[in-house]
């Protein structure tokens, strides 16, 4: 089993900036996906972002491309996403994932967190 907990949620006004951390325990997640989704209230959950297990293949979202990144730290057993530029309307829990195969898929995962809040004020 993998245990996700994710931190780094926040409250920020817009244009600005927050990083976002999730730290997995339970066992390695180095050849595992990683990634983010998130809800706001009612929405359905959305794809943000995923890096492959060796940080190779990194995939976005449409609407947080150019704004957001994430990367990996495979020795610390964390992935990260940086947002920055943000908007309102990124406003929404963000939830870590984990899948067990080595990519990432956009559409599900096998391992989740509890999830951050984050909100943009206008």
């Known amino acids: 089993q993998v245990q996700l907990v994710e931190s780094g949620g926040g409250l920020v006004q817009a244009g600005g900036s927050l990083r976002l951390s999730c730290a997995a325990s339970g066992r390695t997640v180095s050849s595992y996906g990683m990634g983010w989704f998130r809800q706001a209230p009612g929405k359905e959950r959305e794809f943000v972002a995923g890096i492959s297990w060796g940080g190779r293949t990194i995939n976005y979202g449409d609407s947080v491309k150019g704004r957001f990144t994430i990367s990996r730290d495979n020795a610390k057993n964390t992935v990260y996403l940086q947002m920055d530029s943000l908007k309102p309307e990124d406003t929404a829990v963000y939830y870590c994932?984990?899948?067990?195969?080595?990519?990432?898929?956009?559409?599900?995962?096998?391992?989740w967190g509890q999830g951050t809040q984050v909100t943009v004020s206008s």
């Open positions: 994932a984990c899948s067990r195969k080595r990519s990432f898929d956009s559409t599900k995962a096998d391992y």
